[in-house]
């Protein structure tokens, strides 16, 4: 055995092999996201881009710009908070309907046996669509029905988070202690009966919580969703952005930053008070 | 049970609920949108003729050779996005963990919550304005708010392991840089590659609506489409978006038990 001094890494050619492995799987995307750093130093573009960037300072608060600001930021927070009240009402039957711990056809053979699974498959398949279309691609689908607005915003957030919401509650509602729901369901009692009285009280804390972080989201989403015209906070920046109005668009992500940072906090003290 | 559930009256509850109740409604009124009128026939019979202009999706060869084309520039900007990010987010760890004195610590606190409380949007926004339309702008949008959310959690990782051998080899005279290369990242370095990992798989679904604002990907395609009235191209791209987001989605899970189980 060799017990010479190493002064070398002992590990280093393996470290070496690896890393040139990763970068000769990764240099092709770096090819294809056109990675180009030489482009933000072409004069055109830093020009504007600078431009832009030094009029940030001061942000504006004219009274009038402040007025459209404020009334922004409340239709943000209705926007998230009427979504979210939207996909609970969407999520809870939903979620009553996969949850497998309320399954009668579960116990044994039972009548509508095909039926009930096939209620449940599309709910799934429903569940899936919903969430798997990101928010922002709903609030665009819908720009296009419900016209520019709060109202399109309002039911993106119902839709994708409603798809969440099912699939979590009915997560939460499978690892909870499912005994109780069990024996109300082998001794005759119905569906909602079960989840009522068996799964709930154990369950309801979790889901109010989880529900609660999920309004925090909301909030953060309902900002980033009027970039496709789906009104609140986002809309107002992306029409300052486009006349390149800095001094406005800085002010805004103030007020953003601060909103967000309030959802933060409220949340965080419901949460705190639930569990 | 040998005493009752106590079902007092529970004055708190019933405020609660009153006023998340009527917080609700009033949201519902300053947005002034009656869910009701989603219901009217008028409305179901707007929203199913909407609805049929999506099908059938196009399937010509052609375009889903394009599809195909913004799905490997998707899934491109993510993972360089997320690579530029865990690089930056390494050098932003140390100073962020407390290692170059408090005043540094604070002052990177700061940038890094700046960085990451900014949404990828408005980074894209910004990005598309300094270096043109295309995914450079998205990669480079992505990996500021990347770094921002994994600078935070290395230095949290970095400031919290255990110092033993990072001390063992201070002690043996090792300097400060090869301490932490030889001593702590070796223990991180897991740790590390999860939180990398973990974003990236939030950056592939991020990535595929960047394109909303020009910046490259499936969202450019999808967007340009629907301006132009294409539903039938369009819902082919939404299917492209569902098929990458629930698949990274079910492979991630799929690996997360593997490794649950691996663990015990």
Redesign the interface.
């Known amino acids: 055995m060799d017990t010479r001094f190493q002064d070398r890494d002992p590990a280093a050619k393996g470290r070496v092999l690896k890393a040139c492995l990763l970068l000769a799987i990764l240099w092709p995307t770096f090819d294809v996201a056109q990675f180009n750093v030489a482009l933000a130093m072409t004069p055109g573009n830093f020009e504007v881009f600078t431009n832009f960037l030094s009029q940030f300072f001061p942000p504006s608060f004219q009274p009038d710009f402040l007025k459209m600001v404020l009334k922004a930021t409340l239709e943000t927070l209705a926007m998230a908070t009427a979504g979210i009240a939207l996909a609970m009402a969407i999520a809870i039957p939903l979620s009553l309907i996969i949850t497998h711990s309320l399954s009668i056809s579960r116990l044994g053979p039972a009548s509508g046996h095909r039926a009930a699974q096939l209620a449940r498959y599309l709910a799934r398949m429903a569940i899936l669509l919903m969430r798997g279309i990101p928010e922002i691609v709903w609030a665009l689908l819908l720009v296009r029905v419900f016209g520019l607005g709060p109202i399109s915003g309002v039911l993106a957030i119902a839709v994708t988070y409603g798809g969440m919401l099912a699939k979590v509650y009915s997560e939460i509602l499978e690892t909870e202690n499912t005994r109780a729901a069990r024996a109300l369901l082998m001794l005759g009692s119905g569906r909602t009966a079960a989840f009522l009285y068996g799964l709930l009280p154990g369950a309801s804390q979790e889901l109010a919580s989880y529900t609660v972080y999920r309004w925090e989201c909301a909030v953060r989403a309902s900002v980033v969703m009027g970039f496709v015209g789906a009104g609140g906070l986002g809309q107002l920046m992306d029409q300052s952005m486009k006349m390149l109005n800095g001094g406005e668009v800085s002010a805004i992500l103030m007020v953003f930053l601060a909103l967000v940072f309030l959802a933060d906090s409220i949340s965080l003290v419901i949460r705190r008070q639930l569990a | 049970m040998t005493k009752a559930v106590s079902r007092d009256f529970c004055l708190k509850c019933i405020l609660t609920f009153l006023l998340i109740l009527s ?2 409604v ?3 009124v ?4 009656n ?1 009701l009128a989603l219901f009217t026939l008028e409305a179901l019979g ?2 199913a003729l ?1 609805i049929a202009r999506f099908f059938p999706p196009d399937l010509s060869v052609e375009f889903l050779l394009k599809v195909s084309t913004g799905l ?2 998707t ?3 993510s ?3 997320t ?1 530029l990010a865990a690089l930056m987010s390494l050098f932003l760890a140390v100073p962020a963990a407390g290692q170059m004195g408090q005043g540094v610590k604070v002052l990177t606190r700061f940038f890094l919550n700046f960085l990451r ?3 990828e ?2 980074w894209a ?2 990005m598309v ?4 339309l ?3 702008a ?2 480079l949008a992505l990996a500021l708010h990347t770094a921002g959310v994994l600078g935070r959690l290395f230095g949290e990782a970095l400031e919290n392991h255990d110092p033993s051998a990072h001390l063992a080899l201070r002690l043996a005279g090792a300097s400060k840089a090869q301490a932490l290369l ?1 001593g702590t990242l070796p223990i991180l370095g897991s740790r590390l590659l999860s939180y990398t990992l973990y974003r990236w798989e939030m950056n592939i ?1 991020m990535a ?2 960047l394109g ?2 020009g910046a ?1 990907g499936l969202g450019q395609i ?2 340009y489409e ?1 301006s132009l009235l294409h539903e039938q191209q369009a819902s082919t791209v ?1 299917m492209a ?2 098929v990458l ?2 698949g990274v989605d079910m492979l991630s899970n799929q690996l997360r038990r593997e490794q649950m189980h691996s663990m015990g």
């Open positions: 917080l609700v009033a949201s519902f300053v947005v002034s949108f869910p707007d929203m909407y490997v520039q899934f491109a900007i993972a360089v996005a690579l409380s900014v949404p949007l408005v926004v910004l304005l300094a270096v043109g295309g995914p450079f998205g990669t030889y679904r595929t609506i909303f604002v490259g999808l967007y629907l939404i978006m569902v987001v629930v």
